[in-house]
């Protein structure tokens, strides 16, 4: 198969074996092999938030501080060869959607977690895998304790 536009405008010939599907390095937008796919990990560590959630009801009066953790798999290729914002996942929105779930009180940190993933997922189809770990600082468990920590892991399409 024979590709143009190489950086020095010469074509070039890629040979492979049947049933192999062929991109044009240089114009992502051609069907590409999966297996070529530039899948990469954007993380946001360490979000804080004051926010009033808890089992009892003097944890949803009085508030804690929390802490989040995102780590969303998605293909980055075009992102990196574009340059552009509108290509990838905006960290400012991820922010403003956990900030937006942080606001609403939950008994449980499971189900915060939950509930972060689900609009994370729905939000952003190009995710193919996310993973959320919310943590409490200081819980009431009756001693010291700095933080409870809940993870969830989902991929896209799976509930």
């Not at 980055?76 to 900030?99: F, I, P």
């Not at 008994?107 to 939950?114: Q, S």
């Not at 919310?134 to 009756?142: A, H, I, M, R």
Request: aromatic share 10%; glycine share 8%; with cysteine.
């Amino acid at each position: 198969m024979t590709y143009a536009g190489l950086p020095n405008g010469q074509p070039f010939t890629f040979r492979a074996a049947k049933g192999i599907r062929h991109q044009n390095p240089v114009n992502p937008t051609n069907p590409i092999n999966p297996r070529f796919r530039q899948m990469g990990q954007i993380a946001l560590e360490g979000l804080e938030f004051f926010a009033f959630h808890g089992y009892y009801d003097e944890e949803q009066k009085i508030g804690n501080k929390y802490g989040i953790d995102l780590y969303l798999k998605t293909d980055l290729h075009a992102a990196g060869a574009s340059d552009k914002l509108a290509e990838t996942v905006n960290y400012e929105v991820l922010y403003r959607l956990v900030l937006e779930e942080m606001q609403r009180p939950a008994r449980l940190l499971e189900h915060l977690a939950h509930r972060i993933l689900d609009r994370l997922m729905s939000e952003f189809p190009q995710v193919r895998k996310g993973r959320v770990s919310v943590s409490k600082f200081n819980p009431p468990v009756g001693g010291i304790c700095q933080r409870a920590r809940v993870t969830l892991t989902r991929k896209q399409g799976s509930n």
